[in-house]
Structures are given as structure tokens and as C-alpha cells.
């Protein structure tokens, strides 16, 4: 159902600052109960691929050394979870765990994790509730991260690698693939003056990391130990193995099989759609995002990449020569279902040829002439829904994320609003954007204005620097669809 009506800009308040714009427009009511037929490019490259996952006891191997007997195989990055683990109880970021064995890593691709985690939980990259070493298989050799990510999506690292004191920077160090490692993973929550470590041994190597305050005060619960995939998106198969597992004390070889241990998805092959970076987004028949009815916009978000034409997409609603001369504001429900790390979904207002235009640069993530909203964050903080503003140059709308709503990949459906407000010889132009009772509000640079600014569209568009994914739905959305003049 579509509605387009007279409307005027609310007034709204946020800390101790009203922002009042008052002036006529017509805003359009998408209930998406329907194919709304909005414009679209390249924004469903459907090509599925084959994942193959074949991991778990073998007792005729062994690979990592020892008598025969011992756990690992093929491992496949997929956005599907799948994971061959021992069940552990009573483990968080309040008590002492540990682990440790052997392991070998094939030549040839891969990427994999090796530790703590919590079954209910696998979703993304960076995976929640996760304390493990996670290996990336580059041919010959692979790189080694000790990491772990909170219960809300803060996520930390570690590296195996060489630490260089002008820098304060550690650089990874290019293991030999094909030989076997002794490891050992703890916490030591104590450690730190009580806040708690990570203390981490590969090889020859040990890697020490303080439990980030942020981390703790979130918490994290873990109920398996084992081998899994990282859960980006469909990736390059691997292969490893591991034997002579310690975990809490108890010892495993493996000779006899893997008592105790449980599978999922760890012998299977399927098809997958979550393929980098085959967009999958647009109108769905789906009820996600909490709407009045069934039917949203959204699907499968991958950032583009503006050297390449056909890295490059969008999905979005006609709208009237919108200029930042008068106000805008949209509004509507959001939930975002799945978040991989180094991934952003762009929405809002922009300019369909200057925003998917090609160029060589990626200097800048936000597209030309673009008002919207960014769903991303850094790893150590998880996911903001925060507003971005760029014109037809460099300048950008300067504050990013810093004091923005958070929103995490778990599901739930939000309420949202956008809105910008031109300067009134009193107060500067700013634009507000609202995520349920969580607001930010930001000043608009006078050199962002002074910028050529039209927008031509309301919906998705690709930022310009490429990454990973996000799978995420918008309903019942209320956007400005012309200015009166």
C-alpha cells in the first residue's frame, strides 16, 4: 500500500535542543504489503555456490601428530552455522576456562575458528559469545588471531606476530602451513587488576590480552568447545585437525572416537545464496521488520565497491529533485537480522547516477550526494545507526558514530526517523536520526551546503568502499517525496 500526503515537518527534542522546521512537503506511506515496482539495479545477482562442510572424528588420520585419531577436515567459510564441539558448562567472563592441544593446518585456503563458543549464538563474523584462535589459510602459509567477542556483538583481537615499538603495532607472522602446533587458549578472570585476561600460546608465541572494561560490563556465556567455520559469507574451503585436546581438564585423543562430542551441519553439502558480492536485496514477502503486515523491504546488503560498475547497486523509490534547501524526513521500522564485521548498510535519500557513479578513489565510503543513515561500527563496539551526509565533493558530515544509537543483529524490530533541518538565521542546519528512545543529533558543516545536493531516490543504495554483509528489513516507511516550492 502506498499513500502520498500533505504533511508538516514535526518538531522534535533532543537534550536540552529543539529543532523546528516548519514547512510543507508531501511525504509517501510504503506499507510494502505489495510490490511497490521501485527502481532497481543489480540489486538481485543470484548465483548460488556449493558449500561443502566434512569435519568432525576421523580415527584412521593423523595429521597433528601422535597416534591415530583425531578431529578436523574440510571447513568452509559459509554465513551457515555448522560446528563439530565438546559441550562445556558454566563458562563466562566470571570464571577461569582453558584449553589446549595440538594443531595442524592443510596448505590451501580456509578460514576457520578453534575455541569457546555458545551454540545459540552463531550468526556472523565476529560471532558472539566466542573466546578461540581464528586461522586464516593463505596457501603455503596461515595467519594466526587470538580474538573474542562479547554477548553484544564488541569483539577484540589479538595476532601472532612480531611487535614493532615505533609503530606500537604488532604485524603478523606468516606460519608454515603443514606443521603441527602445540596451542593453549585461557581467562584468567582475576588477572588485570580483576577485570581478567586472555592469555594465548601458539607455537612458539604467546599473546597476552587484557579483557576490554566494555567487554566484561557486557558479559558473554559459552557452552561449546570445538571447531567451527567463521560465518561471513561463501568462501574458499579449508582443511585442519586437531588432536590431544585438553578442555577443563579433561583430555581427549581421539583414538577411540569423540566421546561426548556433538555435530552440526559438520557432514553436509548445500547450496547458498550469501555469496560476496552477489547483492540479494529489494522487495521480499517477509514479515522481519515488524510491520503492519507482511511484506518489507530488505534482504541480503553487501557494501559495494565504486571502481567497478558492477560492484555497485541500489533499490529505492523515485522522489522529486529533493534538495537540502527546505526538510526531510523519513521515518518507519527496521530490524537487522545479521551483522558480519566490516559490513554497512546505507539508506535514506540520494541521487541514483551521482551516488552509483564509477571512479577510481576509495577514499571515502559514502557515496556522492547521499542523506541517509549507516548501519556499521568498528568490531570493538559492534553496530551504530548513526546519519552521514556527503554533496558532490570530498567533504563529509564530520561526526560519524561517536554517541549514536546502537542497534544489534539479533532480530528485534526498532522504530526510526530521520529528519533534516535547514539553517533559520538562528540556529545552523542539523540532521537527527532516532532509533526507538536512542537519538543523535549533528550540525550540518557549511561546506557540505555549499555543495551541489539533489536527490532523486529514497531507498538502499551501496556505500563505495567495499566489505561484508548484512541481512536487514525496513517496513512501514514514511519519506518526504516532494518539497513545495
Not at 342 to 358: M, N, P
Request: hydrophobic residues 35%; contains cysteine.
Amino acid at each position: 500500500m502506498r499513500r502520498v500526503h500533505s504533511s508538516f515537518c514535526f518538531c522534535f527534542c533532543f537534550c536540552m535542543l529543539t529543532l523546528s522546521g516548519i514547512s510543507e512537503a508531501e511525504q509517501s506511506f510504503e506499507a510494502f504489503d505489495r510490490d511497490p515496482g521501485w527502481d532497481g539495479h543489480q540489486n538481485r545477482i543470484v548465483r548460488p555456490e556449493t558449500v561443502r562442510q566434512d569435519f568432525g572424528c576421523s580415527t584412521d588420520t593423523a595429521h597433528a601428530g601422535g597416534a591415530r585419531g583425531e578431529v578436523g577436515g574440510t571447513i568452509q567459510p559459509a554465513a551457515e552455522a555448522a560446528y563439530f564441539a565438546i559441550p562445556v558448562t558454566g563458562l563466562n567472563l566470571h570464571t577461569p576456562f582453558r584449553a589446549s592441544g595440538k594443531l595442524f593446518v592443510k596448505k590451501g585456503g580456509g578460514h576457520f575458528l578453534l575455541g569457546f563458543f555458545n551454540d545459540g549464538t552463531q550468526n556472523e563474523w565476529r560471532t558472539p559469545n566466542t573466546a578461540a584462535f581464528r586461522i586464516l589459510q593463505r596457501g603455503e602459509t596461515f595467519y594466526c588471531y587470538p580474538e573474542y567477542c562479547s554477548a553484544k556483538w564488541r569483539a577484540a583481537s589479538g595476532v601472532v606476530g612480531t611487535y614493532n615499538a615505533a609503530t606500537d603495532r604488532f604485524t603478523e607472522v606468516e606460519l608454515p602451513a603443514d606443521t603441527a602446533y602445540a596451542w593453549s587458549l585461557a581467562f584468567e578472570p582475576d588477572a588485570n587488576e580483576g577485570e581478567g585476561r586472555f592469555v594465548a600460546q601458539f607455537g612458539k608465541h604467546e599473546i597476552v590480552t587484557a579483557l576490554d572494561p566494555k567487554i566484561k560490563e557486557d558479559g558473554a556465556a559459552f557452552n561449546r568447545f570445538g571447531l567451527l567455520p567463521v560465518m561471513k559469507q561463501w568462501d574458499s574451503a579449508g582443511q585442519a585437525w586437531i588432536d590431544d585436546v585438553t578442555v577443563q581438564g579433561r583430555s581427549f585423543d581421539f583414538a577411540d572416537g569423540a566421546d561426548g562430542w556433538i555435530g552440526l551441519n559438520n557432514r553436509t553439502t548445500y547450496e547458498t545464496r550469501n555469496v560476496r558480492p552477489r547483492f540479494d536485496f529489494g522487495w521480499t514477502n517477509t514479515a522481519y521488520a515488524g510491520g503492519r503486515a507482511a511484506g518489507e523491504l530488505g534482504g541480503l546488503f553487501f557494501r559495494g565497491d565504486c571502481r567497478y560498475p558492477e560492484k555497485l547497486a541500489h533499490y529505492g523509490a523515485r522522489v522529486e529533485g529533493l534538495t537540502l534547501r527546505q526538510p526531510l524526513h523519513a521515518s518507519g521500522k527496521v530490524a537487522l537480522r545479521r551483522g558480519v564485521s566490516d559490513s554497512t548498510t546505507l539508506f535514506g535519500f540520494y541521487h541514483a547516477a551521482e551516488s552509483l557513479r564509477v571512479n577510481p578513489q576509495q577514499n571515502n565510503a559514502t557515496p556522492c550526494q547521499v542523506l541517509g543513515v549507516n548501519i556499521e561500527g568498528p568490531s570493538a563496539e559492534g553496530f551504530y545507526f548513526y546519519p552521514v551526509l556527503r554533496g558532490s565533493g570530498d567533504t563529509l558530515h564530520p561526526r560519524g558514530y561517536l554517541g549514536a544509537p546502537r542497534i544489534y543483529p539479533d532480530g528485534r524490530s526498532h522504530s526510526w526517523t530521520l529528519d533534516y533541518v535547514p539553517a533559520d538565521g538562528v540556529t545552523p542546519a542539523r540532521v537527527a536520526v532516532t532509533l526507538d528512545d536512542q537519538h543523535i543529533e549533528q550540525v550540518i558543516p557549511a561546506a557540505v551546503l555549499a555543495e551541489k545536493i539533489v536527490f532523486d531516490h529514497f531507498g538502499l543504495i551501496t556505500p563505495w568502499i567495499d566489505g561484508n554483509g548484512q541481512t536487514v528489513f525496513f517496513d512501514d516507511i514514511d519519506f518526504t517525496i516532494r518539497q513545495v516550492r
